[in-house]
């Protein structure tokens, strides 16, 4: 079975969503479209399995649900929807200083309480980071609901400095890295409270997340880079 997530259609969604309907979500239709309330209830199910609560149907959770892969997944560097480079790589990918351009998002988004009327970023993900933004909007039941889950606390992106306690330069720098309610997605705090949801939206574009760090995890983080 490949990876599943929000957005996705299909056989194996189908068979995921016929799995949770027989095993404590019986409101789950299988219709091989993978929603919101699939996205929902497969998060439920994985925090009451101690697995990772991301909403996404891995590898890890297939296995935990007893179901036996028929072929191995290629790596996700060969199914990412778009060519980020290798961290070391970047400059050389997005040159400095950056060529910038402007993303409105499809909700409204805060900065500091402030309502911002458009995101920074370089013009090469600047088209990913919208359907990023759209995939959040869509992913959520309501705006109350996308407003609940902090989904909108904008805390940056474009930003020309180095990593912390570090000579390097930050993806912030190339105006290929965001971040999000860093309030409540602190360094060092793991998964942070950061939505399954928003986190799916993400990883579906190929962003890396500072959530999935060893070490010096940064839940607030998301990054077009390997």
């Given at each position: 079975m490949k990876t599943i997530q929000l957005g996705d259609t299909g056989t194996d969604v189908q068979k995921w969503q016929a799995f949770l309907a027989t095993h404590g979500f019986p409101s789950i239709t299988a219709d091989a479209i993978f929603g919101i309330r699939t996205a929902e209830a497969t998060a439920e199910w994985q925090s009451g399995h101690q697995l990772f609560a991301d909403g996404i149907v891995g590898p890890k959770t297939w296995a935990h649900a007893g179901f036996v892969d028929e072929a191995p997944e290629p790596p996700a560097e060969a199914t990412a929807p778009n060519p980020w480079p290798l961290e070391a790589d970047a400059e050389a990918f997005y040159g400095y200083p950056p060529s910038l351009t402007q993303v409105e998002p499809p909700f409204p988004m805060f900065f500091e309480g402030q309502?911002?009327?458009?995101?920074?970023?370089h013009v090469k993900v600047a088209t990913s980071l919208r359907r990023v933004l759209q995939k959040i909007k869509d992913g959520f039941a309501s705006a109350d609901a996308l407003h609940a889950a902090r989904a909108d606390v904008y805390d940056g992106m474009y930003n020309d400095r180095n990593v912390r306690g570090s000579s390097h330069r930050s993806m912030h720098a190339y105006g290929a890295a965001i971040d999000l309610d860093a309030e409540h997605n602190a360094f060092y705090s793991g998964h942070g409270t950061m939505s399954p949801i928003v986190v799916a939206a993400f990883k579906s574009e190929g962003w890396r997340w500072g959530g999935d760090y060893s070490g010096r995890t940064d839940p607030m983080?998301?990054?077009?880079?390997r």
């Open positions: 309502k911002i009327s458009a995101i920074t970023c983080h998301f990054e077009c880079c």
